[in-house]
């Protein structure tokens, strides 16, 4: 059972344009989500997180929002650059901040053409 | 940053053998190790949670006696996959963590392990 989702395989921007990146989940017991950011032949690094208390993160260029409702979230990119190019995957946890048990999506490939 | 690093980056074994998978934390000492492992177009999937000195605990459907873990130190654990099959082929990742929270978790590269 697929308790976090990304349903879009791939995902093709031009450069200075904004790159929305989706995520789905299951499990109501979330309460603390992540992205994180993987190029190839690395480990994913951190990239930006959200607690269920809020519906929006910003940090930069990067910004993610929530909608507990729907079970949905998403990770907004603006501008968008050609180093943003990488595969980016939602996670997330129950127990707040307090525990890094994750549980990832699938993961997007996000292409950004100059 | 803190680096992880995993050795090694890739190997294939004959079926039947056994494969040791390092994790490395290079510039901190992890409390916690995560192993994780990722089939082709799937997300990573957490096998298993290790402690510093504890036994590791394992996901369920994960089996212990076949990925064992070993935490020996603060800056290394290993995974080793016994009596490898074809079906153990997979991408394995391993992450640390000094402190509690999410968000201080760091990932190492990965190994892609190729059973033949």
């Known amino acids: 059972d697929q308790q976090v989702k990304q349903n879009s395989p791939s995902l093709s921007v031009q450069e200075g344009r904004i790159s929305i990146l989706n995520c789905d989940y299951t499990?109501?017991?979330?309460?603390?989500f992540l992205w994180y950011k993987k190029y190839p032949a690395e480990g994913p690094t951190f990239l930006i997180s959200?607690?269920?208390?809020?519906d929006k993160n910003e940090d930069g260029r990067f910004t993610v929002f929530l909608n507990k409702s729907a079970k949905h979230l998403s990770l907004h990119i603006v501008p968008s650059q050609p180093g943003d190019s990488a595969v980016y995957f939602c996670?997330?946890?129950?127990?707040?901040?307090?525990?890094?048990?994750?549980?990832f999506g699938q993961g997007t490939i996000l292409t950004v053409h100059p | 940053g803190a680096v992880v690093s995993q050795h090694p980056s890739w190997v294939i074994c004959k079926s039947g053998t056994s494969v040791k998978i390092e994790c490395r934390s290079l510039?901190?000492?992890?409390?916690?190790m995560f192993w994780y492992r990722q089939f082709p177009k799937q997300s990573l999937m957490l096998m298993a949670t290790?402690?510093?000195?504890?036994?590791?605990?394992?996901e369920q459907g994960v089996e212990k006696d076949k990925f064992l873990i070993n935490h020996a130190s603060l800056t290394l654990s290993t995974l080793t996959v016994t009596s490898a099959h074809p079906e153990d082929s997979s991408f394995y990742i391993c992450?640390?963590?000094?402190?509690?929270?999410?968000?201080?978790?760091?990932f190492g590269p990965g190994t892609r392990l190729l059973v033949l």
């Open positions: 992450s640390a963590t000094v402190l509690q929270g999410a968000e201080t978790q760091y």
């Open positions: 959200i607690s269920s208390i809020k």
């Open positions: 499990n109501s017991m979330f309460d603390y």
């Open positions: 996670a997330a946890s129950t127990g707040g901040t307090s525990y890094g048990k994750l549980t």
């Open positions: 510039d901190f000492q992890a409390t916690t």
């Open positions: 290790s402690n510093e000195g504890s036994k590791a605990t394992y």
